[in-house]
Structures are given as C-alpha cells and as structure tokens.
C-alpha cells in the first residue's frame, strides 16, 4: 500500500540556519504531495503542495520539489526562524479514481525546534 | 468564513463511559475525516466520508468506536464504553474534491483523557 516516510527527528537548529527535511513516499500512479505544519496547541495547516513531477512547492519561504525519479519530496528552507517550531508532516493523495481518492496518507512527522 | 468546528475542545472522563465528539466541516466541503493523534502512533486516519457516506472506516480501532454523518454539516464520533488507552487529541478534517481541489482543512482537535 501506499507510505510516507520522514528523516526521524526531532531537528534542532539555530535561527538562520539551512533546514532540510527529507520525505520519500512509495505510491502507485502519480500521487499529489503535500506538507503540512502542525504549531502547538493547534490543527494541522497545509503549508505547500506539488500535484505533479518536477513542480516545486513554496511558501513563507519553505520549498519541496516533487521528484518522481527518487520518489522524493524533502522540504527545505534557506533560513529558519524560532516562529518556524513545529511538526512538519509529509502526505501523499492518490490520483484522481478509485475509493481511497481525497484520503491523505501521513509520514509520522517530525518535530523541529528552532533556538534563538 | 469559519473553519472547520470541533466541540468540546478539552474532554476528561472516566473509563467506561460515553464520550461524543462532534465537528462541523466547512460549508460546501464533500470531504469529511476522522484522525486520532497520539505521541505512541503518530496521526491516524480512524474514517472518513463522501458526501456523508462513509467510505472507509479501516482504520477505527474496533467496535466501541462509531461514527456518523446524518447531513453535510455535521458528524459525530462516538466511544462507548472508552478506556484509558483511547486518551488522545482527535482532529476532524474536510476538503472540497468535487471542484479538484485537494487540500484538508483541519479543526483544533478535541483533546480527550479518559482517567
């Protein structure tokens, strides 16, 4: 069946750092990706999405790019900030078709922890 | 426009009773989804609904758990009787596909202790 897998964490880092957070999905067909961002206390908010091969995602300065040859999509951001501690969570859909289209399959996420 | 609602926020209880847990997706969304969030297991999808038709409920841990969805602004997940080990925050998402969009709105969770 379909999966996500994340880097385990958690990932601490200083602010202004380069942040990198690998996912790597096995699907059949062509999945749409996404990532999402849990704060705490809170729901999970979509933070960027990618429905095909070689798009690239962005947002508040995070970006993924969708790698079907590597079956990858790592999030990364040039500069992280301590407002950016959250969970990060990667999520694949199936294609359009089929009983499980709209259900979001869930890496386990990971917890990122940003220092002043 | 509102997001999606969820009520109660906060729910402690003793083991043995029932607990309901109610949600209210947003307007016109034909998506509906139950997850269980634990440190243990991570997010977990328990069931969800296509225009108030469940569609896959998998993923609920077994009998004492229920869910429904009576009209399109609505549902309710129920535990009877619950049990300690059902302790978690519990999210309820929707999301509109009929018009291609794919993204899952999620609620504040209702974090539920049952003692």
């Known amino acids: 069946g379909d999966s996500v897998t994340q880097m385990e964490g958690p990932v601490t880092l200083s602010e202004e750092a380069f942040l990198t957070i690998n996912c790597t999905y096995t699907a059949t067909g062509y999945p749409s990706l996404f990532w999402y961002v849990q704060y705490p206390g809170e729901g999970l908010q979509l933070l960027l999405k990618a429905t095909k091969a070689d798009d690239k995602g962005s947002n508040k300065g995070f970006e993924a790019t969708y790698r079907k040859e590597t079956t990858s999509f790592h999030l990364e951001k040039g500069s992280v900030q301590v407002s950016d501690s959250a969970v990060y969570f990667c999520?694949?859909?199936?294609?359009?078709?089929?009983?499980?289209?709209?259900?979001?399959?869930f890496g386990q996420g990971t917890i990122l922890t940003v220092h002043p | 426009d509102a997001g999606v609602i969820q009520s109660p926020r906060h729910e402690v209880t003793e083991m043995g009773q029932e607990v309901t847990l109610r949600c209210k997706p947003i307007?016109?969304?034909?998506?509906l989804f139950w997850y269980r969030q634990t440190m243990m297991r991570g997010l977990e999808l328990l069931i969800y609904f296509n225009n108030n038709v469940p569609i896959d409920d998998s993923g609920m841990p077994e009998d004492r758990f229920s869910a429904k969805m009576p009209n399109a602004s609505f549902s309710t997940l129920k535990i009877q009787p619950s049990e300690p080990r059902d302790s978690a925050v519990y999210f309820c998402a929707s999301s509109r596909q009929s018009t291609g969009e794919n993204e899952q709105f999620f609620g504040p969770g209702t974090r539920l202790t049952v003692l």
């Open positions: 999520a694949l859909r199936k294609g359009a078709g089929g009983t499980s289209y709209g259900k979001l399959t």
């Open positions: 307007s016109g969304h034909d998506y």
